[in-house]
């Protein structure tokens, strides 16, 4: 590890000459010299004026961290950085989805600190979940050769999670770009070809990054072909609650899902409707069918049950303390647990704590519900103001509704890369290269000015 980072060092200061002369200098030129020595080799140091004059070994040949190339900039990540750095006063971050107030402020949730507060009160101490991350790992384990279906395009992360879990993906088609809209036959048309017990990644609500969601009856119609098809529901529910503003009617997706009793996986997220984006707390939910619980209803390898399995209390209230039966899903959660112990060991308890105040009380839950309803409303009308600024300063015709019609954070503008780029340099405004904006970093104040940038760069940039 030295060894790297010293050979980075002395590579960074001898830009202005080729490394070789460096080399050559003899290492013993004088007091300021500095030595570290990495095992048997060893890299000196000396300044000589404005120079800084590295002799080595064969430090930076012998590295075994040496192919390691450096890992592209996270095009999210990135995007915010380059915000940091601009202090134009019309500057507006709409790259990443994160809720803010009018005032372009974090905010916390009055649920929050007085769930947070409850746990100081009982002297609760505070001490991560990537729940997509934990399906992948399952999926790769015990249905190996099985691939994914992901939406075409989708959060950028899905591909990496899939990717590193080593689990084979395609995509399935979802946008339109011709009516800035979903591609409803494309879509039906890829998952009814997919083979048999293909994992179908769907979007619960609030589609990052199109905000175009299927109606409740596309959604019946995903339904039949993915029972048809045998194939195996998987949502990632990120937004729940910033879709309509309300918690329930977003979950409706999944709940038709779970209510044709289908199993499913869910990973979910409460890092926005929460905001509990540095706790990034979340959890993976695997509904096993109740036939599938029958099924294992068998001798569980004599009387060998693991005793975690034995206490759980919905096992015991079910089948009694005589752990006879071999239950799916708990074996599926003792599976899920297994993962995470090489993973992370165990999770950090305190944004878990939050959540489970939060739902767990009836005033709590209550006051979310209103919070997010708050929450959701903002960003709806800023979309509707955004949409009216457009409508009204562009003459040209172009018909702008496919705003209003997106739901969630997240604005698909249709601009493309070039248009993306002009957005920045010449107005300011930080956004995704595939053209999404996240309407949770925009002001009322705000919306003639990226009215007026949107408008400039669709028309005056090809
Ligand atoms: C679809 C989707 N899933 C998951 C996440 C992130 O979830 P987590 O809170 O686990 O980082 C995001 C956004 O960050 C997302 O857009």
């Not at 960074?12 to 020595?37: C, D, H, M, W, Y």
């Not at 790992?137 to 249905?143: P, T």
């Not at 689990?167 to 879509?187: A, C, I, N, Q």
């Amino acid at each position: 590890m030295a060894s790297a980072i010293l050979s980075l060092t002395s590579a960074s200061i001898a830009t202005s000459r080729p490394l070789i002369e460096n080399l050559k200098v003899n290492s013993k030129l004088g007091s300021s010299s500095q030595t570290t020595f990495l095992g048997k080799d060893y890299i000196k140091t000396k300044v000589i004026g404005s120079w800084h004059l590295t002799s080595m070994t064969v430090a930076v040949e012998v590295s075994r961290f040496n192919d390691i190339t450096m890992a592209p900039p996270d095009p999210i990540l990135g995007v915010s950085e380059a915000f940091k750095a601009d202090d134009h006063e019309m500057k507006l971050n709409l790259g990443v989805g994160a809720y803010r107030t009018e005032d372009l402020q974090p905010y916390v949730l009055n649920v929050v600190k007085k769930a947070e507060n409850l746990m100081l009160e009982r002297e609760i101490t505070k001490r991560n979940w990537v729940s997509a991350a934990f399906a992948a790992a399952l999926i790769e384990r015990y249905f190996p050769g099985s691939k994914v279906l992901i939406s075409s395009p989708t959060w950028g992360n899905h591909k990496n999670i899939f990717n590193d879990a080593g689990v084979p993906w395609s995509e399935y088609r979802y946008y339109d770009p011709k009516t800035v809209g979903l591609d409803f036959d494309g879509m039906i048309a890829d998952i009814k070809a997919a083979p048999e017990g293909t994992f179908v990644l769907l979007h619960g609500c609030a589609h990052n990054p199109t905000g175009i969601d299927p109606t409740p009856e596309q959604w019946e119609r995903i339904a039949d072909v993915i029972q048809e098809k045998s194939h195996i529901p998987f949502f990632d529910v990120a937004y729940q609650g910033f879709a309509s503003g309300s918690l329930d009617k977003d979950a409706s997706s999944v709940r038709l899902f779970a209510a044709r009793g289908m199993e499913l996986l869910i990973a979910q997220s409460y890092s926005k409707n929460l905001g509990l984006y540095a706790e990034r707390i979340g959890a993976i939910n695997v509904v096993c069918s109740t036939s599938e619980v029958a099924k294992g209803k068998e001798q569980y390898h004599g009387s060998s049950v693991p005793e975690e399995l034995c206490a759980e209390k919905e096992f015991v209230a079910k089948h009694g303390s005589t752990c006879l039966v071999k239950p799916v899903s708990l074996q599926v959660k003792s599976q899920l647990k297994r993962i995470a112990r090489p993973m992370y060991s165990n999770p950090p308890i305190h944004g878990a704590r939050i959540v489970a105040n939060v739902v767990g009380n009836s005033d709590l839950f209550n006051e979310w519900k209103e919070e997010m309803e708050l929450m959701a409303g903002r960003i709806m009308s800023v979309r509707k103001k955004l949409y009216d600024s457009l409508s009204a300063k562009d003459n040209s015709g172009k018909d702008w509704s496919f705003i209003l019609k997106q739901i969630g954070m997240f604005s698909f503008t249709g601009l493309n890369k070039a248009q993306t780029e002009n957005m920045t340099s010449k107005w300011h405004v930080y956004m995704t290269k595939d053209g999404r904006i996240s309407l949770a970093g925009l002001s009322s104040a705000k919306c003639e000015y990226l009215a007026d940038a949107i408008i400039d760069s669709f028309h005056n940039v090809s």
